[in-house]
């Protein structure tokens, strides 16, 4: 049961940058997000998407891009990175179903932009 | 708007007692509540939710929350505290008209340390 997986687990790289944190699971799940941590801020959500080939922003889109061509995959993209995207970055799934109200989180991603 | 409070970054307390972490949340309509737990080096886990029903809510590894209406709280509980437990822990919230499933808001944690 490999559940959700983040890729890579640490990130280094520098202002200007394009990088890309990938996520994936296994459960066929329906939803998906990226949430950012931040002290002081708790987890803040980027993006989500409902089901493949769809997505929308959540409270802190700015400089992200999302896709989402495969149920498992859900990659976040940081088309130019800023010093203000240095966070740890958590994927997670829901199934969808109100009876199961739950997230599933990934171990994580910590960025370090440079 | 939504939002919750966690007005206590820190919580101390010995093993074998009590212990309370503290949410007060803001939202238009009836709230769906949750905590989750973060260890080190870790994803959130999900420890419990309340979405209707009973106020006392009990999830894993012992605890319990209880919802109050009147007082927009969602306190996470314990009666006995384990070294075990020390750890970040956030409190969540969504509405229920139409939002979606997992899109949470979520406080700023507070950080459970349990000293033997």
């Known amino acids: 049961d490999a559940g959700i997986t983040q890729s890579p687990r640490y990130k280094i790289t520098e202002t200007g940058r394009q990088v890309t944190l990938m996520c994936h699971q296994t459960w066929s799940h329906s939803y998906m997000f990226w949430y950012r941590q931040d002290l002081g801020h708790g987890l803040r959500l980027i993006y989500y998407?409902?089901?493949?080939?769809?997505?929308d922003k959540g409270e802190v889109p700015d400089g992200y891009v999302v896709s989402r061509s495969k149920t498992e995959n859900f990659p976040l993209t940081l088309e130019s990175a800023t010093r203000s995207q240095t966070s740890v970055y958590f994927c997670?799934?829901?199934?969808?179903?109100?009876?199961?109200?739950?997230?599933?989180f990934g171990s994580g991603t910590q960025l370090s932009v440079l | 708007a939504q939002s919750v409070a966690q007005p206590e970054d820190q919580v101390n307390v010995a093993e074998g007692n009590p212990l309370t972490v503290k949410c007060t949340y803001s939202?238009?309509?009836?709230?769906?509540l949750f905590w989750y737990v973060q260890y080190p080096n870790r994803g959130l886990q999900f420890l419990l939710k309340y979405i209707t029903g009973d106020n006392l809510v009990k999830g894993s590894y012992g605890f319990e929350a209880e919802f109050n209406k009147s007082q927009t709280s969602f306190h996470l509980k314990k009666p006995s505290a384990l070294v075990s437990d020390s750890a970040l822990y956030f409190c969540a919230v969504r509405h229920d008209r139409g939002s979606t499933l997992g899109r949470l808001y979520f406080g700023r944690g507070t950080q459970l340390t349990v000293w033997p």
């Open positions: 998407s409902a089901a493949a080939d769809i997505t």
């Open positions: 939202v238009s309509g009836n709230p769906y």
């Open positions: 997670a799934s829901n199934s969808g179903q109100s009876t199961n109200e739950k997230l599933f």
